[in-house]
């Protein structure tokens, strides 16, 4: 039986170009460094071929080492400073826009919901790594 999935959408906006966003994003030694939903996670290692038909990979961990996993799909769309989408190892697929607003970028992200967790526990798991992010570009 397949299920209908529903797609949620989160934003940001982060006061720096689209171009130091996009490597912030994107480079692994940075994604380490903002990926994770609060303080007691953290990402210790990333690996990133952003290219269509690359595949990225990034292992997220509890700190005190009860649970861990690897978040990772294949790209199947890629825009320098503009677009990245690609499919979850899962089949799930993901969207992330990076629009230029005067010196500012605006980085809306659009996923599939999984079936396991309610949707506003996704949402706001995937709207608190989006808000790190913004803090770690934005302090750096």
């Known amino acids: 039986m397949e299920t209908a999935s529903k797609s949620i959408t989160i934003e940001t906006t982060v006061k720096a170009l689209p171009e130091k966003v996009w490597k912030f994003w994107s480079l692994p030694e940075h994604i380490t460094k903002w990926n994770n939903a609060s303080d007691d996670w953290h990402t210790p290692r990333a690996e990133n071929d952003l290219r269509v038909g690359g595949k990225f990979s990034a292992r997220m961990e509890a700190k005190d080492g009860s649970f861990g996993f690897d978040f990772g799909g294949v790209y199947d769309e ?63």
């Not at 320098?80 to 899962?90: E, H, K, R």
């Not at 992200?109 to 992010?133: H, R, V, Y």
């Open 78 to 140: 890629v825009k320098n400073n503009q677009l990245i989408a690609y499919t979850l190892g899962d089949g799930r697929k993901v969207k992330i826009t990076f629009s230029a607003i005067g010196n500012d970028t605006k980085v809306t992200e659009t996923f599939d919901a999984e079936n396991t967790n309610p949707i506003e526990m996704q949402k706001n798991g995937w709207q608190a790594i989006l808000n790190n992010f913004k803090k770690y570009v934005e302090a750096n």
